[in-house]
């Protein structure tokens, strides 16, 4: 995939700790200014596992965002080539309109070490600390948690409020917790989300050249605030497992905490 920007290891070991990737202003302004209207009339619901092409013909605004040189490398080094549309859709926060949407996970609880979705997230304007920019809790997406269960929470330490300017693409893993927040300003916010779901095996769909840099296993180790001392080591844990099917590397570690579990002899006593 030359042709695109393909992520680094660096990037992707980054996302794989956070949960998040954040493209700052990379659709132009004339297409911002045109999604704009495009989200305001609506984009019409597509079955689910539709293809891309099937879903977004040629020339349309949705395919043309998605094929945005950087969008498009993302994607790619996130799911691979030929993803699948599990469902898009256009969120509005109105101005005043005094309520949030509670934390949550858009997913049941997943138990897949080796896969997952990604939802990609377009701001067609800038989003002011006002305008209820979306909500997001850095490393929390491979807590098994189902759904809304963390919509009893309003505020945990580290948390994230976007706040960004026009033509911002956020791709999450499809577990992290996030929410839109209340919009307290006097214009409609709009964003537009697409969750892809990979049909081909995540496993070095990135550029690879850097696997090594000692920066990945610094990503891959971050710890958020709002971890507890225990659970905060399990989070690790998951982390390691995801890596290693991502990188068909099983004997990537960090501090040995998969491998200790992992350890099972079978040499025989004499």
């Not at 948390?159 to 999450?172: I, M």
């Not at 499809?174 to 969750?195: A, C, P, Q, T």
């Not at 990945?216 to 844990?237: C, D, G, K, M, Q």
Request: glycine share 8%.
């Amino acid at each position: 995939m030359a042709d695109i920007p393909l992520l680094s290891s660096v990037e992707m070991a980054g996302f794989v700790a956070h949960g998040s990737l954040r493209l700052d202003a990379v659709v132009p302004p004339d297409m911002n200014e045109e999604g704009i209207e495009v989200l305001r009339n609506g984009v019409p619901g597509v079955p689910y596992g539709s293809s891309v092409q099937d879903a977004y013909p040629d020339g349309s605004f949705v395919r043309r965002l998605i094929e945005l040189p950087a969008v498009a490398g993302a994607l790619y080094s996130l799911v691979g080539p030929g993803p699948s549309v599990d469902h898009h859709a256009v969120h509005v926060r109105y101005p005043h309109e005094g309520q949030a949407q509670p934390l949550h996970g858009d997913a049941i609880i997943d138990v897949r070490t080796d896969a997952f979705d990604v939802q990609l997230m377009y701001y067609p304007q800038d989003v002011t600390p006002d305008m209820g920019g979306t909500l997001s809790v850095p490393g929390s997406h491979l807590r098994r948690t189902n759904e809304s269960d963390t919509g009893r929470y309003q505020n945990l330490r580290g948390q994230s409020r976007l706040v960004c300017p026009a033509g911002t693409v956020v791709f999450l893993h499809h577990g992290l917790w996030h929410g839109g927040r209340r919009n307290d300003s006097d214009v409609e916010r709009y964003m537009f989300k697409i969750r892809f779901n990979p049909t081909v095996r995540q496993r070095r769909l990135w550029d690879t050249s850097d696997l090594h840099d000692p920066r990945v296993a610094e990503n891959l180790s971050a710890h958020f605030p709002w971890y507890e001392h225990a659970t905060a080591r399990l989070e690790i844990y998951n982390r390691v497992l995801l890596w290693r099917a991502l990188t068909g590397d099983d004997s990537f570690d960090l501090e040995h905490w998969v491998t200790r579990v992992a350890n099972r002899p079978q040499k025989e006593v004499a």
